[in-house]
């Protein structure tokens, strides 16, 4: 077989990449709207689990400006988090056994450390507060709060 043939696996794999990079290119596009909606408004309701109850709350919060010295402390919690993601990934190509460095733990530890930070700062949401939400309104809204100041959407 040359090397521009493929093999029917190899044919299938392409095939099988190209449709999922089309479902995740047209998912992330559904995903930006909603963030782009979500960025116009200055009021939203996030569920809270009262522990206690066992039953989930509304409770609203409002967008709030942030100073740029906490829009700088989130940028550097970004920066370290994209750092780390790249010398994670150069780190574990390269590794030829069993790598112990647990880059997924950091990873997530620092994004979650990001989106607290943002919910405190953008929403003035205490910390039991964040950590009891429904993760995916409130990463929506903090993605919506992070579009709105970076592209200065009117307040």
Not at 20 to 29: D, M, P, Q, S
Not at 101 to 118: C, T
Not at 133 to 146: E, R
């Amino acid at each position: 077989m040359s090397e521009e043939q493929k093999t029917p696996i190899e044919e299938a794999a392409v095939d099988y990449t190209k449709h999922y990079r089309k479902y995740y290119e047209e998912l992330a596009g559904v995903r930006m709207k909603e963030v782009t909606k979500l960025a116009k408004e200055d009021q939203f309701t996030i569920d809270i689990f009262d522990e206690e109850s066992g039953e989930w709350t509304s409770k609203p919060f409002k967008y709030r400006e942030i100073p740029t010295k906490k829009w700088m402390e989130l940028e550097e919690l970004r920066s370290r988090y994209t750092d780390l993601e790249k010398v994670a990934a150069t780190k574990l190509l390269a590794a030829k056994e069993s790598n112990t460095y647990d880059y997924a733990q950091q990873l997530n530890k620092l994004l979650s450390e990001l989106y607290q930070k943002s919910a405190k700062y953008f929403l003035n949401m205490e910390e039991h507060e964040f950590d009891n939400s429904k993760w995916t309104q409130v990463k929506s809204i903090i993605d919506a709060c992070n579009h709105r100041t970076i592209f200065t959407l009117p307040n």
